[in-house]
């Protein structure tokens, strides 16, 4: 059974940083694309980053481009989420998804990560 | 970026009465490798989204046959042939076609 647990998410001040970590059981997790998407009450759900199979791979949202990073390490199969010089609009809950064999075919729970002073 | 529009907002519903929801694209979502990205979510209270449909028409594991996608190029389709209690939530579409991969806006069902 595939499972995905998040952790990492904390109230944090604007322009400070946090790092979210998401690990993956239940698949071969080197063999796939991993993916974070946030949701906010206002702005509904928001894909924020991917990274392939190929780790020098990676794709990002306009709103979080040159501020996260994504990274993964195979070996924990775990995908992480680098986050820095975060906003007020970064509050959110996020999560971890999978593409085993279509976009977004698993989710974890979700870790809340909220940005204020 | 494309452009994701839901319709309606809010749907009211009646327990074993069909429903549907209209999803439309700013752009086409017909991608150079043949596939269309479109894919469907469902979020109950309290629990992450959901993969109901992908590729427009195709149920992920698990989902029930009363839950059918359909539509091409700009202009698709998810319906529920009889609702029932557990379906009430909120419903997304959502492209991966093209970066940034882009949802709509949610439609909410619940029942009249």
């Known amino acids: 059974e595939v499972y995905l647990l998040e952790s990492g998410g904390d109230l944090v001040k604007p322009g400070g940083s946090l790092r979210l970590s998401c690990a993956a059981s239940g698949f071969r997790f080197s063999n796939y694309a991993m993916n974070w998407v946030r949701q906010t009450p206002g702005t509904g759900l928001e894909w924020v980053s991917t990274?392939?199979?190929?780790?020098?791979?990676?794709h990002y949202a306009g709103s979080v481009q040159g501020r996260f990073t994504i990274s993964r390490d195979n070996a924990k199969n775990t995908v992480f989420l680098h986050m820095y010089n975060l906003r007020a609009e970064d509050t959110a809950v996020y999560y971890c998804?999978?593409?085993?064999?279509?976009?977004?075919?698993?989710w974890g729970q979700g870790t809340p990560v909220t940005v204020s002073p | 970026d494309v452009v994701m529009t839901q319709t309606p907002l809010s749907l009211p519903v009646t327990l074993g009465q069909p429903a549907s929801i209209s999803c439309r694209s700013s752009q086409s979502l017909a991608h150079s490798d043949g596939h269309t990205y479109l894919s469907w979510f469902q979020q109950r209270p309290g629990q992450p989204p959901r993969l109901l449909i992908y590729e427009i028409s195709n149920r992920f594991s698990g989902v029930p046959d009363r839950f059918s996608g359909s539509g091409a190029g700009t202009d698709f389709t998810l319906k529920i042939t009889r609702v029932e209690a557990e379906d009430v939530g909120v419903y997304y579409c959502?492209?991966?076609?093209?970066?940034?991969?882009?949802f709509g806006q949610g439609t909410k069902v619940d029942f009249k």
């Open positions: 990274i392939d199979v190929r780790i020098a791979n990676t």
């Open positions: 998804t999978t593409r085993l064999g279509s976009h977004f075919d698993y």
């Open positions: 959502m492209q991966a076609t093209q970066f940034p991969w882009t």
